[in-house]
């Protein structure tokens, strides 16, 4: 992990409500920058950015529909390109929330994915191979939907109804449709993620912090195939961005 990171101060923003520059009653990039030299002031030297990727907003943007540009209710992707220069004029640090483990219903890949014909993005999610199957008897996976394309299956989300879990594999695949973490369709997933972290890397942020990252990999008991995962994220960063931070989501302080 980067250096910086040991002595960094975050301030956490959720964009929505913080500055709100052009009164349109939510807060927006441009008023982030406007406020820098308020947050240095405070002694913090790093910021965490909430969802900021373009979604139709069901879970607070954690419900991403494009993972490449910033939501039009935020501004563009020239304004956080700014934002990243001013932050790093200031001597700060900046890192996105990366939401890598599923996206909006209304993401282009999905809409792909629900058709009936074999395409580049028939597995880029976990899809059984019958309707009437469920997903009881696999681990973080918060339920199913179904009957909603022309495929045949059911398609299984990670937290709403709108937020269909993208696939990264099974640790220990007992159906057809279950695929291991090395096959194609799992690595398939796990580069176009690379490819999203790259692109915004490339335009000047510092890092990630990562949404479920413990619940990437299906039915892994004891994190195995999760933690490799994570690894090969992480030597994919040392190698190209060696000073990025990547940090996951974490709900015990106390450990």
Same mark, same amino acid.
């Given at each position: 992990?980067?250096?910086?990171?040991?002595?960094?101060?975050?301030?956490?923003?959720?964009?929505?409500?913080?500055?709100?520059?052009?009164?349109?009653?939510?807060?927006?990039?441009?008023?982030?920058?406007?406020?820098?030299?308020?947050?240095?002031?405070?002694?913090?030297?790093?910021?965490?950015?909430?969802?900021?990727?373009?979604?139709?907003?069901?879970?607070?943007?954690?419900?991403?529909?494009?993972?490449?540009?910033?939501?039009?209710?935020?501004?563009?992707?020239?304004?956080?390109?700014? #934002?990243?220069?001013?932050?790093?004029?200031?001597?700060?640090?900046?890192?996105?929330?990366?939401?890598?483990?599923?996206?909006?219903?209304?993401?282009?890949?999905?809409?792909?994915?629900?058709?009936?014909?074999?395409?580049?993005? @028939?597995?880029?999610?976990?899809?059984?191979?019958?309707?009437?199957?469920?997903?009881?008897?696999? @681990?973080?996976?918060?339920?199913?939907?179904?009957?909603?394309?022309?495929?045949?299956?059911?398609?299984?989300?990670?937290?709403?109804? @709108?937020?269909?879990?993208?696939?990264?594999?099974?640790?220990?695949?007992?159906?057809?449709?279950?695929?291991?973490?090395?096959?194609?369709?799992?690595?398939?997933?796990?580069?176009?993620?690379?490819?999203?972290?790259?692109?915004? #890397?490339?335009?000047?942020?510092?890092?990630?912090?990562?949404?479920?990252?413990?619940? #990437?990999?299906?039915?892994?008991?004891?994190?195995?195939?999760?933690?490799?995962?994570?690894?090969?994220?992480?030597?994919?960063?040392?190698?190209?961005?060696?000073?990025?931070? #990547?940090?996951?989501?974490?709900?015990?302080?106390?450990?």
């Amino acid at each position: 992990m980067p250096a910086w990171l040991d002595n960094a101060v975050f301030y956490e923003i959720y964009p929505q409500s913080f500055m709100d520059t052009n009164s349109d009653g939510i807060g927006d990039i441009r008023g982030i920058i406007k406020k820098l030299d308020y947050i240095k002031e405070l002694g913090c030297n790093a910021i965490w950015l909430n969802p900021c990727f373009t979604s139709p907003f069901a879970d607070a943007g954690y419900d991403v529909s494009d993972y490449y540009t910033i939501a039009p209710r935020y501004g563009t992707n020239d304004d956080i390109k700014e #934002l990243f220069e001013k932050v790093h004029e200031k001597r700060m640090h900046i890192i996105l929330d990366l939401v890598p483990g599923h996206t909006s219903t209304e993401h282009y890949w999905f809409k792909e994915s629900m058709k009936a014909s074999e395409n580049k993005y @028939t597995h880029r999610y976990i899809w059984t191979d019958n309707i009437w199957k469920d997903f009881k008897d696999v @681990t973080s996976i918060a339920g199913c939907i179904r009957g909603i394309s022309d495929r045949n299956g059911s398609c299984a989300v990670n937290f709403f109804s @709108t937020q269909p879990a993208l696939n990264y594999g099974f640790a220990n695949p007992k159906e057809p449709w279950q695929f291991s973490v090395d096959s194609q369709e799992a690595i398939g997933t796990r580069e176009a993620m690379k490819d999203v972290m790259r692109f915004w #890397l490339k335009m000047g942020c510092d890092g990630f912090r990562v949404d479920m990252a413990g619940s #990437l990999v299906k039915n892994d008991e004891g994190s195995k195939e999760t933690i490799k995962l994570w690894q090969n994220f992480r030597s994919f960063m040392d190698k190209e961005f060696p000073e990025a931070a #990547l940090i996951s989501e974490w709900g015990e302080p106390d450990k």
